[in-house]
């Protein structure tokens, strides 16, 4: 007799398994809830969270509402009013389409619903928990739709304790919410984590909701884009070439007014900027394209991120030309006030055609992209004129001559170059040289001391056997036994981090002090983390004072930082330090001051490209073997390779 091994799942197994592909963290539910808020017509959509959005998510909206029957079937699976048939999946004008956000997140935490629709009297109260509805009843509340999520994954322990810190969660909730925030100017939006207000964002016209969400000093830095055709609409904004920073920090694409990542796209952009930038900095922008539904799929990602175009070659071609244009035209376009039209008329484009009529019209025409308020230009701070000092090329705007960039037809396609991006960062690969490396002095105030390192020998650096640089990477240099491959930036990011840990421990960092202070503004979610990691940088030997909600005033930098020729950098390394502290933070579960060293490591090592003398590596080599753990960069990647004379003579029998 054979045994039958396979058995269905029971239904509170199915669905907490289903859940996961919806539910991964705390952000994905505030995403699934803010756009059900916003498909439902809201105006005002309030965001709360607590612990993280471990012990509390709360979306309050005040939309169209619910009636009983719908408040009971909006957490059945696949419960949806958007789908009727098979073909609508190929046609989604809406963001909550598949009926899985209610019914996963239900799963896996205890929820309460409660709503009311316009005109009505009364309204629903549902509380489940595990999938399981506990009561229903008639109750008064305010029109629209409150719904509370409470202890998130109450029921998976195992999945609740892969969650990583509160600081790495609630970057995740405030990126969610700035994406959904951005793609939907004329509803007004507000955040609130554990009690405090971080966000309030009335209704705006697009360029100042992006204002209001990074800072009043990003209005001058912005360069509209809006450009035209029967099958293709881009709008937004480009950030000018003297703004770049030297992290990605704000890049956005949306496509439908839905958030979507794409390296292809990035590569688009930066296209447009070539001979622009300096080297490894990246400008900002929010881009919008509209398109027909029909020709883009939503569907190849369960987050809804990914999409696919039908022709990518010719929205490649037609990004890359909008952008072209948009900074051909910066030269006679001044920095424009909230409340003037940011709308740059292209010759020789129609409208919008069909598709102005489903979500188009101009920014400035649009009620969905435009809403109320008013504003005022934001003045350039200290810190963004300091920003125009890097090395953009002289007569930038008269490299795009507007009248010189063909759009893109439908009917065209691109070349036959490749395009090679990282999957994951959007980065071009591979990365172009530097014409100009920078020359970073190796310091040398530790007391260094002989060195022997098991199986390599000793370090011979007679004139006879000097390291030579190869490609601006590596370094090799001869031992007794063969010779050794250092990476340069893995080796100086260890000998970076174990200073910083001793500086750490021992508080003894001399600081110089600036001749004159620098007001740095940061986007508000950075300005949260700096305020939480303040003291430890200054342990470090920065003088970095709060000024008030998002401004820090930068007094004094670590000596052996000033004393590595990067002066006139101290804000690009305050970023880059934020920046590389938010990565550190994702991926592994350490103390806050071991995750600071690897920061400042990080961002204060010598880069791949950067050239050094021959008594820079030198100096290098001598530090590194000076380390307790001189073998493996603070990421755990090697930081030398060793190879015997035995390994070569290998090669040539």
């Known amino acids: 007799m054979r045994d039958n091994v396979i058995q269905l799942l029971p239904d509170s197994i199915a669905d907490q398994i289903a859940a996961g592909e919806v539910v991964q963290r705390p952000a994905s539910a505030v995403k699934e809830l803010m756009e059900n808020a916003i498909d439902a017509g809201s105006t005002k959509v309030q965001v709360i969270i607590k612990d993280a959005g471990r012990s509390l998510i709360q979306i309050v909206d005040n939309g169209k509402g619910m009636s009983d029957t719908d408040a009971r079937l909006s957490f059945e699976r696949h419960a949806t009013s958007k789908i009727r048939k098979a073909e609508d999946l190929f046609a989604i004008d809406t963001f909550g389409f598949r009926g899985e956000a209610l019914a996963s997140i239900a799963a896996v935490a205890r929820?309460?619903?409660?709503?009311?629709?316009?005109?009505?009297?009364?309204?629903?109260?549902?509380?489940?928990?595990?999938?399981?509805?506990?009561?229903?009843?008639?109750?008064?509340?305010?029109?629209?739709?409150?719904?509370?999520?409470?202890?998130?994954?109450?029921?998976?322990?195992?999945?609740?304790?892969?969650?990583?810190?509160?600081?790495?969660?609630?970057?995740?909730?405030?990126?969610?919410?700035?994406?959904?925030?951005?793609?939907n100017p004329a509803t007004y939006f507000t955040l609130h984590n554990n009690g405090v207000e971080v966000y309030h964002l009335p209704a705006a016209p697009l360029r100042k909701r992006v204002v209001q969400a990074f800072g009043k000093t990003f209005n001058e830095r912005l360069v509209p884009v809006e450009v035209s055709a029967d099958f293709l609409r881009i709008y937004g904004f480009v950030g000018k070439p003297e703004f770049a920073r030297r992290t990605r920090g704000e890049q956005f694409f949306f496509v439908n007014e839905r958030f979507i990542k794409s390296g292809y796209l990035n590569k688009a952009v930066m296209n447009a900027y070539e001979e622009l930038l300096p080297q490894k900095t990246y400008p900002l922008y929010v881009i919008f394209m509209d398109i027909d539904p029909t020709r883009i799929d939503v569907n190849v990602h369960p987050t809804k991120q990914e999409i696919k175009f039908d022709d990518e070659r010719v929205v490649f071609r037609f990004l890359e030309a909008a952008v072209k244009r948009a900074l051909g035209?910066?030269?006679?376009?001044?920095?424009?006030?909230?409340?003037?039209?940011?709308?740059?008329?292209?010759?020789?484009?129609?409208?919008?055609g069909q598709m102005g009529a489903s979500r188009g019209g101009s920014p400035s025409s649009n009620p969905k992209k435009t809403g109320g308020g008013s504003g005022s230009s934001g003045g350039a701070s200290g810190s963004d004129q300091r920003n125009k000092a890097k090395q953009v090329p002289k007569g930038w705007e008269n490299l795009y001559k507007t009248a010189d960039i063909d759009f893109p037809k439908e009917e065209q396609s691109v070349d036959g170059s490749e395009i090679i991006v990282d999957p994951e960062t959007g980065e071009i690969l591979p990365a172009i040289?530097?014409?100009?490396?920078?020359?970073?002095?190796?310091?040398?105030?530790?007391?260094?001391?002989?060195?022997?390192?098991?199986?390599?020998g000793k370090i011979e650096q007679e004139n006879n056997?000097?390291?030579?640089?190869?490609?601006?990477?590596?370094?090799l240099t001869p031992i007794r036994s063969g010779f050794i491959l250092l990476d340069q930036q893995s080796a100086h990011e260890r000998i970076l981090f174990e200073q910083y840990q001793k500086n750490l421990e021992q508080a003894a960092v001399s600081t110089q002090q600036l001749l004159f202070p620098q007001t740095i503004e940061l986007p508000s979610a950075d300005a949260r983390l700096l305020k939480e990691v303040l003291s430890d940088i200054n342990a470090l030997g920065y003088d970095l004072q709060e000024f008030g909600q998002n401004t820090f005033?930068?007094?004094?930098?670590?000596?052996?930082?000033?004393?590595?020729?990067?002066?006139?950098?101290?804000?690009?390394?305050i970023e880059q330090l934020l920046e590389q502290y938010k990565s550190q933070l994702g991926e592994l579960k350490l103390d806050k001051r071991t995750h600071i060293a690897r920061a400042m490591a990080r961002s204060h090592s010598i880069k791949k490209g950067q050239k050094l003398s021959e008594i820079e590596m030198r100096e290098l080599i001598d530090r590194l073997f000076a380390c307790e753990q001189p073998y493996y960069a603070p990421d755990g990647k090697p930081t030398l390779v060793t190879y015997g004379m035995e390994d070569i003579e290998a090669r040539f029998t």
Request: hydrophobic share 35%; proline share 5%.
């Open 111 to 183: 929820v309460e619903l409660k709503t009311r629709q316009k005109g009505e009297d009364i309204g629903t109260q549902i509380n489940i928990e595990g999938s399981e509805v506990k009561s229903q009843e008639a109750c008064q509340c305010a029109e629209g739709t409150s719904i509370a999520v409470k202890d998130l994954f109450y029921n998976i322990p195992v999945r609740r304790n892969f969650l990583k810190s509160n600081a790495v969660e609630t970057r995740h909730i405030v990126d969610e919410f700035l994406r959904i925030a951005l793609a």
């Open 329 to 352: 035209a910066h030269s006679v376009t001044p920095t424009l006030d909230f409340d003037n039209d940011v709308n740059i008329t292209i010759p020789g484009f129609s409208g919008f």
């Open 433 to 456: 040289a530097a014409n100009n490396p920078t020359t970073i002095t190796v310091q040398s105030e530790i007391n260094r001391k002989s060195v022997d390192p098991p199986s390599l």
């Open 465 to 475: 056997h000097r390291p030579f640089q190869l490609h601006e990477r590596y370094i």
């Open 553 to 573: 005033v930068l007094h004094g930098i670590p000596s052996d930082l000033a004393n590595s020729g990067s002066n006139g950098e101290e804000e690009a390394h």
